[in-house]
């Protein structure tokens, strides 16, 4: 892929800085948001608005080269798959706080997944049990430990024994 066969490709091309912007040819664009950049030889494609990599090349109809961009990506999910970055589980929550699995479940906790890492989901109830809030504690010492739920108001602890071992 070359940078001169890419520009041709595109529309709305203009001169910015070291490169080019132009108009993205895999999203609506009126409004030049793909910065074309040229480094050691190879094409640097980046759209501002969020468009794929791959898309982009597949919109401008150019070959696919591997370049810096298409290699970190594919690391990526690699990374996230191994090491610390998994979360936390009912079973490690409950051998830190010397409870079993199953006690903690007959309460209502139970493994979830928090943004694509494991989490332990703790049901917040009323008086009268019904659950008014969730809760999801993501690791044991790292930040945060604790969110949550999008659109739950945090309630008041009290009302029972997870109290005791949320501390
Ligand atoms: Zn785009």
């Given at each position: ?32 948001s793909l910065s074309i950049n040229e480094k050691d030889g190879k094409v640097l494609l980046h759209c501002?608005?969020g468009c794929e990599y791959t898309d982009i090349l597949k919109a401008v109809g150019v070959e696919r080269?591997r370049t810096k961009q298409s290699r970190s990506k594919k690391e990526k999910p690699k990374k996230q ?87």
């Amino acid at each position: 892929m070359d940078l001169k066969d890419v520009l041709s490709k595109l529309r709305g091309v203009k001169r910015q800085g070291d490169g080019y912007i132009a108009l993205c040819p895999a999203h609506d664009d009126h409004n030049p948001s793909l910065s074309i950049n040229e480094k050691d030889g190879k094409v640097l494609l980046h759209c501002f608005a969020g468009c794929e990599y791959t898309d982009i090349l597949k919109a401008v109809g150019v070959e696919r080269k591997r370049t810096k961009q298409s290699r970190s990506k594919k690391e990526k999910p690699k990374k996230q798959a191994e090491g610390k970055e998994t979360g936390l589980t009912l079973k490690v929550y409950a051998e830190a706080k010397a409870l079993s699995t199953d006690h903690l479940e007959s309460h209502g906790l139970e493994d979830c997944k928090h943004a694509k890492r494991n989490a332990v989901r703790f049901p917040y109830f009323d008086v009268d049990g019904n659950l008014v809030a969730t809760r999801y504690r993501l690791s044991m010492d790292g930040q945060p430990r604790f969110v949550w739920k999008t659109g739950d108001k945090p309630v008041l602890y009290g009302l029972w024994k997870i109290k005791e071992w949320i501390k």
